[in-house]
């Protein structure tokens, strides 16, 4: 797990389809273990509704999905203290599925290679790129 890199857009959103459905059939199986008990007829009837598979399955993808939500970010150009606009509510995580689904910059940035096309170059990042002087020539006959 790592925030230093870039995420292309179908890292970041399968990664977020699976953590949301992961969450879904898990509260499904909490209600099942853990929701309403009833220990009479008409006595008493106490609702646990406690998320404990999904509350764990939260707790354990916390920082990968933070990491995968920065470096999301990061292929924008934009640096993950951007993450934190998700405090201001409804309009914070607005702004960031606009920014997360925005394609990413063509060829390096400052945040690293473009997970697309990691060869390409330019922009004084490192990267030379494929140019027709680096495929080396083979004689026909």
Do not use: C
Not at 4 to 28: D, H, I, K, T
Not at 60 to 86: E, N
Not at 105 to 126: I, M
């Amino acid at each position: 797990m790592t925030f230093s890199s870039r995420a292309e857009r179908s890292e970041f959103w399968w990664w977020a389809l699976f953590v949301w459905l992961a969450q879904l059939a898990l509260g499904m199986v909490d209600y099942v273990l853990f929701g309403t008990v009833e220990t009479g007829a008409g006595s008493f009837a106490a609702s646990t509704d406690t998320p404990v598979l999904s509350g764990l399955f939260g707790l354990a993808t916390l920082l990968p999905s933070i990491s995968v939500a920065v470096r999301r970010l990061h292929d924008t150009d934009r640096s993950g203290w951007w993450y934190w606009i998700v405090l201001i509510p409804l309009i914070g995580i607005i702004v960031l599925i606009v920014f997360w689904a925005t394609k990413g910059t063509g060829g390096p940035n400052r945040f690293g290679q473009d997970p697309l096309n990691p060869g390409a170059g330019g922009g004084g990042y490192g990267g030379e790129g494929l140019t027709a002087s680096s495929i080396p020539s083979v004689p026909r006959d």
